[in-house]
């Protein structure tokens, strides 16, 4: 039916289109959350280049003694499937130690690299990779309450501090080991 201004009535919308409309709305929100995410993906990408030189060096006066770094490592299984990705790996022959690295950490950030350590752990393990796998969180902006989220949960903190980075852990400090 076709109503006076030439559209389609209410009833005459099936399914179908209601349907369509919908995918097409998703179409256009996915289109824009990358758009958006872009920018925000750049910041964490220019705090992973400020943040990841002095890492070696930081972390080895804390005895780890680590050798090789890594940036945007990507795990797969043996089928090719994603499985996690690290901004930066640190590695020496008994740990790993992932960072995370983003613009601002936030507590979710935390939620999501401890799942990402649970997996590296399952990778390592298929893998027959037994050292200790650690993890820390880096970035130039890091409230307070997600420091203490941070270490609550066993991840070293990293912060960018002018032309240097800092590696945060408090008194008494246990990293957790996956």
């Known amino acids: 039916m076709i109503t006076e201004n030439g559209g389609e009535s209410r009833s005459d919308l099936t399914f179908e289109k209601v349907w369509k409309m919908f995918q097409e709305t998703g179409r256009q929100m996915n289109k824009t959350d990358r758009k958006i995410s872009k920018p925000g993906n750049r910041l964490g990408d220019l705090a992973e280049h400020i943040i990841a030189p ?6 080895n ?13 990507r795990f797969r299984d043996s089928g090719g499937n994603f499985v996690a990705k690290a901004d930066i790996l640190l590695e020496n022959g008994d740990t ?42 880096a970035s ?11 270490f609550k949960h066993g991840f070293y903190v990293i912060e960018q501090a002018g032309d240097t980075v800092s590696i945060d852990a408090p008194q008494g400090f246990v990293p957790q080991k996956w």
Do not use: C, W
């Open 54 to 59: 002095k890492l070696l060096e930081k972390f």
């Open 61 to 73: 006066r804390l005895k780890f003694n680590f050798g090789r770094i890594g940036h945007n490592v």
């Open 96 to 137: 790993v130690m992932a960072v995370a690295v983003k613009s601002k950490v936030t507590t979710d950030d935390v939620k999501e690299h401890t799942v990402r350590m649970e997996k590296l752990r399952a990778y390592a393990d298929e893998h027959g990779d037994k050292r200790q796998v650690m993890g820390a969180v």
């Open 140 to 150: 130039a902006i890091i409230p307070e309450s997600v420091k203490s989220f941070a």
